[in-house]
């Protein structure tokens, strides 16, 4: 299902799954997101308000958020290099940059 694109939440997941598959429980999708998330397969993305949403791990990306519809994109943007001065002592790895404002759906109703 994530091989085809897009962010799904768990229940999303599991009603196409389900569609494929037949009969599915939602703690299977639980289990196996968990198993992926693991094996870093799989990346989740928080939604504040909203479920969180999984996607297949690829290139680095950052991502833009309807605040309206809560819909995901990816941003093909790197991230910010730290400031050093204000984080001394601190060994940083990653860093995320969230667009957030309403999508072409949301602006046109």
């Known amino acids: 299902m994530l091989a085809a694109g897009g962010h799904l ?4 997941l599991t009603a196409a799954a389900r569609e494929r598959l037949g009969t599915l429980t939602s703690q299977a999708v639980y289990e196996m997101l968990r198993h992926f998330l693991e094996t870093g397969l799989v990346t989740k993305f928080e939604r504040p308000g909203w479920p969180a949403v999984f996607e297949l791990t690829g290139l680095p990306h950052q991502h833009a958020m309807c605040v309206n519809c809560g819909r995901v994109q ?4 790197v991230a910010p290099v ?3 001065n204000d984080l001394r002592d601190w060994q940083v790895n ?4 969230v667009f957030k404002g309403l999508c072409p759906n949301c602006r046109a109703s």
């Open 9 to 12: 939440d768990v229940e999303e």
């Open 94 to 97: 990653d860093a995320d940059i």
């Open 74 to 77: 990816n941003v093909p943007h």
């Open 82 to 84: 730290p400031p050093t």
